[in-house]
């Protein structure tokens, strides 16, 4: 199982142009979420999709849409970036219903330059 | 004011030492979990902790969830190289994770 996988890896826009950052997980999970990491901030939440077709804001969803596409698969947009929105982004996963606690899982992260 | 205070924000020391981090906040969970992050990975869950005064061992680790259920700490014996890294730690607040800021590890060997 390759758990959670994110694409691309690495990318430099420039500001006003838009991306969407890739998401996909094997776990069979229910919920996923997208965060942002910046240095002396920890992880902030911009969405999460509890369940398929469903998504809600987090904590930071001021310049970022999500597609829930399917069970395995949720997708971060910028519609037009800006250079506050220069990140480390995470995508997790998590099935709280077998534990009872949220047991994230994260893909490798996503670093975002916007010039 | 962040819901969770971790600290030292920044730690070195030289292998072998050992090491103790900070979780508190003014506010009772449920639970709470903390995380590794290794430079260039994403965080990876280390352990839950659910009752007032639990303590967890994983290896070197040690892990203690207050009586009160309001802080936790992370204690680590003769630190390694291997144990660099961002460690977080985490409650569940509302049906989503809310993180603390990180203590940032350094192992010199």
């Known amino acids: 199982n390759a758990g959670v996988t994110q694409t691309p890896k690495f990318q430099v826009l420039k500001t006003g142009q838009s991306m969407t950052l890739q998401c996909a997980q094997d776990?069979?999970?229910?919920?996923m979420y997208w965060y942002r990491q910046d240095p002396g901030m920890g992880l902030r939440l911009i969405y999460y999709?509890?369940?398929?077709?469903?998504?809600d804001k987090g904590e930071v969803p001021n310049g970022y849409n999500v597609s829930r596409l399917n069970k395995r698969e949720f997708s971060l947009r910028l519609e037009s970036a800006a250079p506050s929105q220069t990140s480390v982004y995470f995508c997790?996963?998590?099935?709280?219903?077998?534990?009872?606690?949220?047991?994230?899982?994260f893909g490798p992260g996503t670093r975002l330059l916007v010039l | 004011t962040q819901l969770l205070e971790q600290s030292p924000q920044f730690l070195s020391i030289q292998e072998g030492e050992n090491l103790t981090v900070y979780c508190n906040s003014s506010?009772?969970?449920?639970?709470l979990q903390w995380y590794r992050q290794e430079p260039g990975e994403g965080p990876v869950l280390l352990v839950t902790?659910?009752?007032?005064?639990e303590v967890k061992k994983l290896k070197r680790l040690t892990f203690q969830f207050g009586d009160a259920r309001k802080d936790s700490s992370l204690h680590i014996t003769a630190a390694q190289p291997g144990d660099t890294g961002l460690y977080l730690c985490?409650?569940?607040?509302?049906?989503?994770?809310?993180f603390g800021a990180g203590t940032i590890l350094r192992v010199k060997s």
């Open positions: 506010s009772v969970f449920s639970s």
């Open positions: 985490a409650v569940e607040y509302g049906n989503k994770l809310v």
């Open positions: 776990m069979n999970h229910n919920s």
């Open positions: 997790a996963s998590s099935d709280s219903w077998t534990s009872g606690v949220l047991d994230q899982y």
């Open positions: 999709s509890a369940s398929e077709g469903t998504t």
């Open positions: 902790v659910v009752t007032g005064g």
